[in-house]
Every structure is written in structure tokens, then in C-alpha cells.
């Protein structure tokens, strides 16, 4: 853990002796044996032992694990259901409702996704049912249309005939919206 004569580089290039006999990065990377950890974790030596040989825990080659390295390797490899360490469960208490919420809020957005799905069939096949309307009006008036054509009223007849087929006016209705500015009117004949 001591260096004597460690050099470090200060914000130039050239090195410069430490002042202390021991690199303070090592401070930051402590290491303990699994034994110390079990006792810092609350758990007996063999769940320590158990976590190495799974691979739950990383062993270093000096034969000691970083406790802070090893506590965030068992919370993401361990099932929170089944963690028993004290000191975890603070850090995994929450972890089961968290994942009840999840599953929930997924189920939401699923019903969402599927209610918003129905009503774009639902709107489409409306809209697919105007459009026959309209065609089977426009075929059965067809005499109507020719009619509005020569006489420079096509656009005003097919609106009528939208209102009416589309839109479900009566004619009435149409007519009336029509003197209120509601719905663009067509052009006065005569």
C-alpha cells in the first residue's frame, strides 16, 4: 500500500516527488478480505463465499474485494426478493414495488395502445362508411350532378351532397348552418 519515492505529475510535465509515503488513490480503492466484508455486510463468511464462487462478488488477485464495488456487484446480480443482508435492504426494499409499478404502468400503456388502436379502426371505418355513402348518393343522383354542372353548380350540389351523405345534415340543417356562415354556402342561382 506504500510507495516510497512516488512520483506524480503536477499540471506541467515533469514529475515531482510525493510528499506522503503512500499514493492517496490507494485511500479510494480500500480492499478487505471476504471475511471483513461479511462482517461490514451483515452476512455470515460463507454467503460471501457463495457470492465469489457464483460470480456475484469479484475476487481480486490480492484475495480481497473492494467493498464498494462488491456492494453494487450484489445489488445488480442478486434477486432483491431473496437478498437477506441487511445492509442491502434498504438499497432493495423498494425494488419489488418498483417492479409492481413497472408491470402496472406497462399494462396501462399496453390498454392505452390498444384503446387508441380501436378508435383509429373505429374513426376509419366512419370514415370508410361515408364514402361508400357519398359513392352510392353520387351514383343514384347521378342525373342531379349533370344537371348541377351545366348549370355552374357542381361544387355547391356536391357540397350538399357531402353534408347530407358525409356529415349526417339533413338538408335543412345544411341549408340552415349554411345562412348562419357556419358551412361555406353555395352560390345563389337564378
Known sequence: MTRAGNQTMSHGSEPRPSLLPFDPADLMA??????EFSRMVGVSKQTVSRWIHNGTVTLGPD???????????????TDPARLRAR???????????????VVELEAMQADSARREQ??????RDKAAAAQFRFTVALVARFDEAVTAREAGTLDAWLDELEAVE?????LEAYLADCAADVVPCPPETG
Open 30 to 35: 480500500m480492499r478487505v478480505l471476504p471475511a
Open 63 to 77: 484475495g480481497r474485494v473492494d467493498p464498494y464495488k462488491a456492494s453494487r456487484e450484489v445489488i445488480r446480480n
Open 87 to 101: 445492509v442491502f435492504k434498504h438499497a432493495v426494499s423498494s425494488h419489488a414495488e418498483l417492479q409492481a409499478r
Open 118 to 123: 380501436a378508435i383509429r379502426w373505429e374513426e
Open 166 to 170: 358525409v356529415y349526417g345534415f339533413t
